[in-house]
């Protein structure tokens, strides 16, 4: 069973520095074309993509916010990690973790709702 | 502004048939990239309802379907209950310099009347 469950503050504060973490269960980051983005989620808006980490390592980002982010992982611990920079109010969101298979996201985290506040 | 676009809102009474459409454009759909479809009730995570264009995930009842065609593709949902009452978006890659790797459509609320 594939399960993913993203952690990480609730409030921070603007400027300050988000850090996600996405640990997963089920299924092995090395292996061959699997794929965990992080993808959010304003309230009462659309799904936005944000960065991809592949099995091989590669990594790509929002054209909109690869200045800002940065998406690494922990294969030992089974684990993403997602770091956003000069977070601001407009970043309130909820930040989903997702895995994909052959670009179909296939399983999906909770969600942890980030509100960016002074 | 989403890269992909869909209609903000579809209705229909139960039983009934309903299509949303995902336009797109010749870095993405039209280029001959695959469409997927997600669903998200309210106050949950979105989940895969068609892969590849037209594929079902197990599970998925088969009153949901895939069609895609040029630049655009489309989601269509039959016997219409009142479960299906939830908003749904479009995704697929895009190969434009300027853009994302992958885009989502701006998501379309479904009400069951």
């Known amino acids: 069973q594939v399960t993913l469950r993203e952690s990480g503050p609730a409030l921070v504060k603007p400027t300050q520095t988000l850090t996600l973490t996405c640990t997963f269960s089920?299924?092995?980051?090395?292996?061959?074309?699997?794929?965990v983005s992080w993808i959010r989620q304003p309230p009462g808006k659309a799904l936005e993509w944000l960065a991809r980490i592949d099995w091989d390592g590669d990594k790509y980002y929002s054209t909109s916010l690869k200045t800002r982010l940065t998406i690494s992982r922990d294969t030992s611990k089974n684990q993403v990690v997602l770091t956003m920079t000069n977070m601001d109010p407009v970043d309130t969101a909820t930040y989903y973790c997702?895995?994909?298979?052959?670009?179909?996201?296939?399983?999906w985290g909770q969600g942890t709702l980030v509100t960016v506040s002074s | 502004q989403s890269v992909l676009t869909q209609p903000p809102s579809v209705s229909g009474a139960p039983g009934q048939r309903v299509t949303i459409s995902c336009t797109g454009s010749s870095s993405n759909i039209g280029a001959g990239y695959d469409v997927h479809w997600y669903q998200q009730l309210p106050g949950t995570a979105p989940k895969l309802l068609i892969y590849?264009?037209?594929n079902r995930p197990s599970g998925v009842p088969d009153r949901f379907s895939g069609s895609k065609s040029g630049t655009s593709a489309s989601l269509a949902i039959t016997g219409l209950q009142a479960e299906d009452e939830a908003d749904y978006y479009c995704?697929?890659?895009?190969?434009?310099?300027?853009?994302?790797?992958?885009?989502f459509g701006g998501g379309t609320k479904l009400t069951v009347l």
């Open positions: 089920g299924f092995t980051l090395d292996t061959s074309g699997l794929c």
């Open positions: 997702a895995r994909s298979i052959a670009a179909a996201y296939d399983s």
């Open positions: 590849g264009n037209t």
């Open positions: 995704q697929s890659y895009d190969n434009s310099l300027s853009g994302s790797p992958v885009v």
